[in-house]
């Protein structure tokens, strides 16, 4: 009858396991069915992450070892003063350049393999498998289900579901807490996906040749630093697991470090998905979050930083104009929709500078314009107008929306035309606020790390940030890391380009093909985060 009971709890435990939304998990194997395990589609299966794995630079786990990082978080946790304050900074900026040779090796890893929203299974595997060479094995995976997807699933965990290279379903986000597993909880957060783009960064001979660093997949590119932003956070994860004391003493730090792996930032809202999937509710809630994008418009190692909006809620559109097509030689016998939708692309253009408060900020921009099947001679039935629209307050995308539509059905009725159908994003972004409270606190700490000694304030801008969905939950900051000197110094060169071979510039925009990273601001940026989540947790500590 024990036997039996026993039986049936471990049956009732597996099936609780399959309807939760997400599970701890060491790194899953890489397995081949019986019939096929020794084919070579198995072998290159099982082989592709040992190979790339073989290449990275290890860890320094002697020179942690033997560091005193451990006893100066100690100090400064039961004595804070200016002095243990000061080594505790000392420490980190000291360790974290240490990592230089181990970050720059997994930066290239991920940037070799890009994957898009919702699809980042190899990118999942990769982190952890780095995580379990660095001893950190409870990991939650199955988080950031694509809902909107033909594959998704509520009651199993997607990460481990079909390999074909459709399947865009999610289930690929990472949660890992760090300490005591109770309050205070501090919340760190990379993203992962990578964008639709060939890549065409100009590479030294070397790096070109040995395919040491480009995309190995056609049309996908980590062109805006989702690679760089993992990899710091994985240095700051090493960094902070590394003060681990015992199995029994615990962490050298109060409270748990909620370290988080998103999917899906390029419109995907990966970042709502794991709101609602309970990211910032389950024990123990986080009390702060904090994330940083890489940006080529500030100099290498500054540290961008404001209170309240630093980016701004963004929406897309899709609007179809419908008329009556015909010979384009009887124009009086049609109803044209391409000169009903060209007046919309024009009028459009009032809804910010007679719609909205002249003290706001907002941006209508129409980026696509459908119409007719190649014919030359043939007016068609239809137009299809798709863009986007951008505002630094949740109101003012609202007054935007509104006013688009209104626009958009009155004009097209002013040219016998009609607004048949309009689609709005599934998921619009908000603004990504900085909170006030927490400002002080946060400027000080990037202060601490910047190349500067101080922040640099930084106006805010209309792209889109899904952790923005965070933001909402949870006071947060948001930093801008700067990386962008123009590829005219030795520090923003990568490889071969220090012997001046070639220069690969580094401030080049977001999302263009010829983006690329300053690899030497690596180390800052694991240095923030290390400094943000102990200094946080401090702080709260002191506060409670």
Not at 303 to 332: K, N, Q
Not at 341 to 346: D, R
Not at 373 to 379: E, L, M, P, Q, S
């Amino acid at each position: 009858m024990v036997h039996l009971t026993s039986c049936w709890i471990a049956i009732l435990f597996y099936l609780a396991s399959l309807s939760s939304s997400c599970i701890y998990a060491t790194a899953p194997p890489i397995t081949c069915s019986v019939s096929d395990v020794n084919s070579q589609a198995c072998q290159q299966k099982k082989d592709w992450l040992d190979r790339e794995m073989d290449q990275l630079i290890q860890w320094p786990t002697k020179t942690f070892q033997e560091s005193s990082f451990l006893a100066t978080v100690q100090s400064y946790y039961d004595n804070h003063t200016a002095q243990t304050d000061k080594q505790l900074q000392s420490s980190i900026h000291e360790l974290s350049s240490k990592l230089q040779p181990s970050l720059t090796s997994i930066r290239r890893l991920l940037h070799r393999h890009p994957e898009l929203m919702y699809q980042e299974r190899k990118t999942g595997e990769i982190i952890q498998r780095i995580l379990k060479d660095m001893g950190v094995n409870d990991v939650s995976v199955g988080w950031a289900k694509n809902i909107h997807s033909r594959h998704y699933h509520p009651e199993h965990n997607s990460s481990i579901e079909e390999n074909d290279e459709e399947y865009d379903g999610g289930g690929f986000g990472l949660v890992i807490d760090i300490g005591s597993g109770d309050g205070p909880c501090v919340l760190l957060r990379a993203d992962m996906d990578a964008l639709p783009l060939e890549e065409k960064t100009p590479l030294p001979p070397d790096l070109e040749e040995g395919g040491e660093f480009r995309s190995k997949h056609d049309g996908k590119m980590h062109a805006c630093g989702h690679d760089a932003h993992m990899t710091m956070l994985l240095g700051a994860t090493y960094m902070i697991h590394s003060l681990k004391q015992s199995d029994d003493e615990g962490y050298a730090f109060p409270g748990t470090i909620r370290i988080i792996f998103q999917p899906a930032e390029e419109g995907g809202a990966g970042a709502k998905r794991m709101s609602e999937e309970g990211v910032l509710t389950r024990h123990p809630a986080p009390s702060y979050a904090f994330a940083m994008h890489v940006w080529p418009t500030l100099p290498s190692g500054e540290i961008g930083f404001r209170s309240g909006p630093m980016l701004g809620a963004t929406d897309l559109f899709t609007l179809e104009i419908s008329g009556v097509g015909g010979h384009a030689a009887f124009p009086h016998l049609v109803v044209d929709p391409i000169v009903a939708a060209s007046s919309i692309v024009m009028n459009v253009q009032t809804l910010v500078s007679r719609n909205m408060n002249p003290l706001e900020s907002g941006v209508v921009s129409i980026t696509q314009f459908d119409a007719g099947d190649g014919a030359h001679n043939v007016i068609p039935a239809k137009a299809i107008l798709k863009g986007t629209i951008r505002s630094l307050s949740d109101a003012g995308i609202i007054t935007l929306r509104e006013g688009l539509l209104r626009m958009a059905t009155n004009v097209a009725a002013a040219h016998g035309c009609s607004l048949s159908s309009s689609t709005f994003a599934k998921d619009p972004y908000p603004v990504t606020m900085n909170d006030d409270k927490l400002y002080p606190f946060a400027a000080k700490v990037a202060s601490l790390v910047a190349k500067t000694g101080q922040v640099t304030k930084v106006d805010p801008t209309m792209g889109g940030e899904d952790f923005a969905f965070l933001a909402q939950g949870v006071p947060s900051g948001f930093f801008f890391l700067g990386q962008g000197g123009g590829g005219d110094g030795e520090e923003n060169c990568v490889g071969a380009c220090k012997t001046g071979l070639a220069r690969v510039p580094t401030n080049l925009g977001l999302h263009h093909p010829e983006f690329n990273l300053d690899e030497t601001i690596l180390p800052r940026g694991t240095e923030l985060f290390v400094n943000l989540a102990l200094r946080a947790l401090h702080e709260l500590k002191e506060s409670s």
